[in-house]
């Protein structure tokens, strides 16, 4: 055994490298360690004393020589982690900074602590006045390179967007996600950004920006002077929607704000360059293009951009969004640049079935699609889900704990490297912490056992009730899939709250479906209620904030029910 703390009192010292992100994990483990046992270890930059129990916080050449010790570090991949005892204490390490904090984090996830979900009320932290661990020898690696999160840019008070900013990259650190992507319109600026960017950079993550409304960087007043740059539909030339992919100046002007965007803001590791979100496309019809398919459009826009960003910064990658009309890549007839890869996003797929259900001929369609574009990028494709998306799900509560475990099982089988889910800040924080917290952890690790993390995180943050809040749990996902059965529709379904028109008698299972849905969330709702008194402390909050956010759930899942009920003989709705 290694041990830290006796009896309040610090038996370790910390060494550590004097590299930022190195320096950060050894802070954090300092900070937990003081907030586990009130003893506060000292952090040093060099081995001072011989004998004395030492906890090395570094990269692995740097380890290797301070620690004078072997560190078998060959089958490392990624920014996975060591955790290594020796003779004179432990060695945490990694070849990537953010690997070093991992493994700090993993060390105080041996020792008790837990980050279930952003803020203060998500961490579980036990207090000891002895801290012990056992002997390690752990070489801990990601299944997948990449694993991101999208979250919107600021909308109203920056300075509790900071905040929210701030806790989300907090957790993302603590539960290894290691890309963080503020979605705005590249040509928009965006106040708070440069304390946000600093959580991200210290935490060694991947720094993401940009997203929909890269063509407004072909600036909307030159449609006066010079239309032919901007679309053609129905034998118009438009201002709205994006560029004529056929216009030489058109594009540049789009690679001038681009590689502008990249100049003032150097800190950028990717762009999203994402075009108008519009579910039918925006992209032009003139006689040049409209034999053109959108996604071959699009392509080529992109891959000008990407070269240009090439020439400014060789490292730097941009992605080319599969998404609504750009999505089926069978008539794409260019190949994307070396510095381009693909961002699969099926907002319209089925989420009560996983991509990997065969049962399910949405997703099938789907899933041909997907294969289909791991071929065009070559393998370099990041697979994005909706698992967070408020207003997919019109702002229910909604649990797929078990649909992110096998869709991320059949995207590591795919050979896919990169995945990323999207959120919207606190809210999608009290609405879907399960389906964050089993995205987190199911991206590092595609074997760890959901449902035991689930158990735990109810034992922990609800010790009193914990039984309860699993049936509670199996309800509201129950509750999830009658109301997200996509798969039988006729016509795409962009989101919870617009439900196209169907056949009389799909409608009536359907309906059928979200009354069982209704009668589950009020069973649940009756459960909350019945163990109000409870709970107390950080627990009877954690409940009242669920009782809320169940009650608005009803309301809107109500709503929904009554609109897709209300229907006209002859099998139309309203």
């Known amino acids: 055994m290694i041990t830290i703390v006796k009896d309040g009192a610090a038996q370790a010292s910390i060494i550590v490298e004097q590299e930022p992100t190195a320096w950060f994990a050894a802070e954090e483990l300092q900070t937990y360690l003081f907030k586990i046992s009130g003893c506060k270890l000292p952090i040093k930059s060099e081995f001072e004393i011989e004998g004395q129990t030492c906890l ?22 990624y920014d996975g ?30 020792i008790g602590c837990r980050w279930f979900f952003a803020g203060e009320l998500g961490e579980v932290i036990p207090s000891l006045q002895d801290i012990r661990v056992e002997e390690l020898n752990l070489l801990d690696n990601p299944d997948f390179e990449y694993r991101g999160l999208t979250e919107d840019a600021c909308k109203s008070s920056i300075a509790s967007w900071c905040e929210e900013m701030k806790e989300t990259i907090d957790w993302c650190g603590k539960n290894k996600i290691n890309s963080f992507h503020i979605h705005w ?29 890269g063509e407004l960087l072909l600036d909307r007043e ?37 590689r502008e965007v990249m100049v003032k ?42 070269e240009g960003l ?24 260019c190949d994307p640049g070396s510095n381009v890869y693909g961002f699969f996003a099926g907002r319209e797929r089925c989420y009560a079935h996983s991509m990997s259900d065969d049962s399910c001929q949405l997703n099938q369609w789907y899933n041909r699609m997907l294969e289909e574009a791991y071929v065009k990028f070559r393998g370099n494709l990041c697979v994005y889900g909706y698992y967070a998306d408020m207003i997919l799900f019109a702002k229910l509560k909604i649990n797929i704990p078990h649909i992110i475990s096998d869709d991320l099982k059949h995207y590591r089988k795919k050979g896919i490297h990169k995945v990323a889910a999207l959120m919207f800040g606190k809210y999608s924080w ?34 009193e009730i914990s039984n309860v809040m699993m049936e509670y749990q199996q309800l509201i996902e129950r509750a999830s899939y009658g109301l997200l059965t996509f798969c039988g529709y ?10 196209p028109s169907q056949p009389h008698e799909f409608r009536l299972k359907h309906i059928e479906q979200m009354a069982r849905s209704l009668r589950l969330y009020r069973q649940g709702f009756s459960l909350l209620e019945e163990h109000m008194d409870t709970c107390v402390g950080k627990a009877g909050k954690l409940l009242v904030e669920e009782k809320n956010i169940l009650l608005i759930t009803i309301k809107e899942a109500e709503a929904i029910y009554n609109r897709i009920s209300n229907f006209e003989s002859g099998g139309v709705w309203r």
């Open 430 to 463: 009290r609405v879907y912490p399960t389906n964050l917290f089993v995205f987190g952890k199911m991206a590092w690790n595609t074997n760890f056992r959901y449902s035991e993390g689930l158990e735990e995180m109810y034992e922990r943050c609800f010790p």
């Open 490 to 499: 006729s016509d795409s379904t962009g989101e919870l709250s617009h439900i």
């Open 310 to 333: 090439r020439q400014l910064r060789p490292e730097l990658e941009i992605d080319m969004p599969l998404y609504h009309d750009t999505v089926d890549l069978n008539n794409m007839t």
């Open 81 to 110: 982690f060591i955790l290594q005892s020796f003779e004179q204490g432990l060695i945490m390490t990694s070849r990537a900074g953010r690997g070093i904090l991992y493994a700090v984090y993993a060390l105080l996830e041996r």
């Open 222 to 258: 030159w449609f006066e002077h010079k239309p032919h740059l901007f679309r053609e539909k129905a034998g118009i030339r438009v201002r709205d929607g994006n560029l004529c992919a056929s216009n030489e100046e058109g594009i540049e002007r789009l690679v001038k704000g681009a």
């Open 185 to 213: 319109s590249p040509a928009s600026p965006l106040e708070g950004i440069d304390e946000v960017v600093r959580e991200i950079k210290k935490r060694g993550m991947r720094y993401e920006c940009g997203g929909h409304g």
């Open 56 to 77: 090395f916080v570094g990269s692995v050449r740097w380890c290797k020589h301070h620690a004078s010790c072997d560190i078998d570090s060959d089958s490392l991949r």
């Open 265 to 306: 803001h150097p800190e950028i590791d990717l762009l999203h360059m994402w075009f108008a979100d519009v579910s039918g496309g925006s992209w032009c019809e003139c006689g040049s293009c409209k034999d053109i398919h959108p996604a071959t459009q699009q392509l080529k826009v992109i891959n000008r951009i990407g």
